[in-house]
């Protein structure tokens, strides 16, 4: 098995763990104050979650900025839709292969996950911030 497959295995596996911690104490875990790998884990992939939020929804107001933005412009000019859309497919993977490449500092640790997540949410901050400036103008 190649070290590739197996730190996703591991990902998968600890992610999971964290997943089927019951609800209850899942809503217990207070993430200014995480203790066990686990519970940073669980909070660097909640992060994550939100700020993926964040961003579908700041891509949705710049898309529709986009789309407007093509509206006024002659023929040979359009585009801006079909470049944020591009732009976006492409900014994807390479988040998610920066932020793997940011988890060899911890290869096979339990670090490992929670470097990845914070990765992912940071990146995701970032593009999140630059659409909500395409949304603004100038």
């Known amino acids: 098995m190649s070290v590739s497959v197996f ?3 591991l990902l998968g596996s600890l992610l999971c763990s964290v997943a089927a911690l019951p ?6 875990i207070d993430c200014d104050n995480a203790y066990t790998q686990m519970e940073m884990t669980h909070c660097a992939g909640v992060a994550w979650q939100e700020a993926d ?7 949705k107001q710049a898309m529709a900025v986009m789309r407007e933005t093509d509206g006024y412009l002659p023929d ?5 839709a079909d470049s944020l859309r591009d732009a976006q497919r492409a900014w994807i993977p390479y988040r998610d292969k920066a932020c793997e490449t940011y988890g060899f500092l911890a290869r096979g640790g339990t670090l490992e996950p929670q470097l990845v997540l914070s990765c992912k949410a940071d990146l995701t901050k970032q593009r999140t911030d630059e659409l909500k400036m395409l949304v603004e103008g100038m």
């Open 7 to 9: 730190a996703r295995i």
């Open 23 to 28: 609800a209850a104490a899942q809503d217990t």
């Open 76 to 80: 040979n000019l359009k585009g801006a």
């Open 53 to 59: 939020a964040d961003l579908n929804a700041a891509y």
